[in-house]
């Protein structure tokens, strides 16, 4: 019987996964709302939190998944019921310290509440740590170096160098010096580094989901089906400066005459605005 496939967590010698949360995300930082100044608004750090706090309604009922040591108890000024869970128990009473009701240490697979218990549940950067890193590290590497980004996993390998997380000022020297990009993760919607990276002409094959449709054409990556669509993507890009080449100017063609930084962010306004507008229309259903 052939051995069992590593996951991303084995590659990088990760045995204790809590641990490792735990010792990411875990700080004697205070969060609660009460110590949150005026000036906090425009520190980068509480930009998602922010954005956020603005858009909830008063006295939700919120649940936060993967809530680290408690980023969004600013919530608890508008009289919102805050809950969070994460695979860490220090993180979870790091969050506690910090104002929320109730958390939780549990698998997001597994969460300990019925179905409808919330209002809003909020999933704030936690889905790229659900993702399909060790299909793209299974791909052999004879032909290229593979250069990792995005998140700090400590990674080695042959032909594989791991940059943990590129502050963003840096993305475009990035961009200028990758030949392709590769982005195999679902379930988080359409990246806005993979939009960047179309619009600067870098060569993008990408794990499709019909709900790109709207945000981006697929003639202007490679729209792989499959993780196995993807390993044969990168293969056939790898061996071929001209489709790379070919790619490239595809890509720069629609950002030209279809992407915008203000129309992007219309876009995720324009779906946020619509997840609110049909919780508070589920709620007066229910009131």
């Known amino acids: 019987m052939p051995p069992q496939k590593q996951n991303l967590y084995d590659r990088a010698g990760i045995r204790d996964v809590a641990e490792f949360y735990r010792t990411k995300f875990v700080s004697d930082e205070v969060l609660d709302a009460r110590y949150f100044k005026a000036l ?106 593979l250069v990792v980004c995005g998140a700090r996993r400590g990674l080695r390998g042959s032909r594989l160098t791991d940059l943990g997380v590129v502050p963003y000022a840096q993305m475009p020297d990035l961009f200028g010096c990758a030949d392709l990009m590769v982005h195999a993760s679902d379930g ?25 449709v709207g945000w981006i054409s697929p003639d202007a990556v490679v729209a792989c089906g499959s993780l196995a669509d993807v390993e044969a993507a990168v293969r056939r890009l790898v061996a071929s400066a001209e489709a790379r080449a070919a790619l490239s100017a595809r890509a720069r063609a629609w950002a030209e005459h279809k992407w915008s930084w203000n129309e992007t ?13 049909n919780q508070e229309e589920a709620l007066r259903k229910t009131a």
């Open 188 to 212: 988080e919607g359409l990246p806005l580094a993979v939009q960047e990276g179309v619009a600067s002409g870098l060569p993008v094959a990408l794990l499709w989901d019909e709900g790109y």
């Open 40 to 145: 906090d608004r425009f520190d980068i750090r509480f930009a998602r939190t922010i954005w956020i706090y603005d858009n909830v309604r008063a006295g939700s009922t919120v649940l936060e998944l993967g809530c680290g040591a408690g980023m969004l108890a600013l919530l608890k000024r508008k009289g919102i019921t805050l809950t969070g869970v994460d695979l860490s128990n220090e993180c979870a009473r790091a969050a506690s310290r910090n104002g929320y009701d109730r958390t939780f240490a549990a698998e997001l697979s597994r969460l300990p509440f019925p179905d409808a218990s919330f209002g809003l549940v909020v999933n704030n950067q936690v889905m790229e740590h659900v993702e399909n890193l060790d299909a793209v590290l299974s791909i052999p590497r004879e032909n290229h170096h």
């Open 265 to 277: 962010v219309a876009q995720y306004e324009g779906v946020y605005r619509e997840a609110l507008s």
